[in-house]
C-alpha cells in the first residue's frame, strides 16, 4: 500500500521485503517495471548470492525458487521440482529458518494452497504471519489455506496489511 509506506517513510522500512509472485515466465519483467513504478520503496530483481538491504523490495525471478540464506544473502534455484516455481512456501520456509522471531510471512490473494506451509513454519519459528481478507482479495484460496492450517495471525484488508508490517517491524526493534 503506497500510501501507508509513504506515511511511514520518515524512519524507512527497517526490513527488506521478499516477493514471491506467480506468474508466466514473460510477464514478470513487466511487473518488476510496473511494481518500481507503484511501490514507494525501491524494487529490484533477486539475484543469487545479493545481500540484502533494509527498505529493498526484492522480486523473484521466473522459474527459480527465491529464499533467504544465511548471511542475509538470497539464493535462487529451480529445486524442488514443484507446481509453482517460485514458489511462496519455499521462501517462506526459508524466511522462517533463517529469521526466526523476526521473520514476517504475508500472503495475499491467489489461487491454491502454495505459501500456507511455509507461512505455518514462520509462525512456528515465531514469526508473525497476515493474511490478505476475503473481501479485499480476488482470489481467497491460499488465505483460506493457510487459514486451515493453522498458520495465520491476523487476516487484513489490504489497506492495513502495510501499516500492520510496520508496527510488527517496530515492535520487533
Known amino acids: 500500500n503506497r500510501r501507508a509506506v509513504r506515511d511511514h517513510r520518515s ?9 514471491v509472485q506467480h506468474l508466466h515466465p514473460s510477464f514478470t519483467g513487466r511487473f518488476l517495471e510496473w511494481m ?5 520503496l525501491p524494487v529490484e530483481m533477486a539475484t543469487d548470492g545479493l545481500a540484502i538491504r533494509a ?16 548471511g ?11 507446481l509453482h516455481r517460485p ?11 533463517e529469521a526466526g522471531t523476526a521473520a ?10 502454495d505459501g500456507a506451509k511455509g507461512l505455518l513454519d514462520i509462525l512456528r ?13 480476488a482470489v481467497y484460496g491460499m488465505a483460506r489455506a493457510a487459514q486451515s492450517l493453522g498458520a495465520v ?9 502495510a501499516a500492520e508490517i510496520f508496527a510488527a517491524i517496530g515492535a520487533r526493534a
Open 87 to 97: 514458489s511462496a512456501d519455499v521462501l517462506f520456509s526459508s524466511v522462517a529458518a
Open 104 to 113: 514476517i510471512g504475508v500472503l495475499l490473494t491467489g489461487m491454491g494452497a
Open 11 to 19: 524512519g524507512g522500512l527497517a526490513a527488506p521485503v521478499l516477493v
Open 125 to 137: 519459528a515465531g514469526g508473525r504471519t497476515m493474511v490478505q481478507d476475503e473481501s479485499s482479495s
Open 55 to 70: 527498505g529493498v523490495v526484492y522480486l523473484a525471478p521466473a522459474r527459480l525458487h527465491l529464499r533467504l540464506a544465511s
Open 153 to 161: 495471525e491476523q487476516i487484513l484488508s489490504l489497506e492495513r496489511i
Open 36 to 40: 518500481a513504478r507503484e511501490s514507494a
Open 72 to 82: 542475509r544473502r538470497l539464493a535462487l534455484g529451480a529445486e524442488p521440482d514443484s
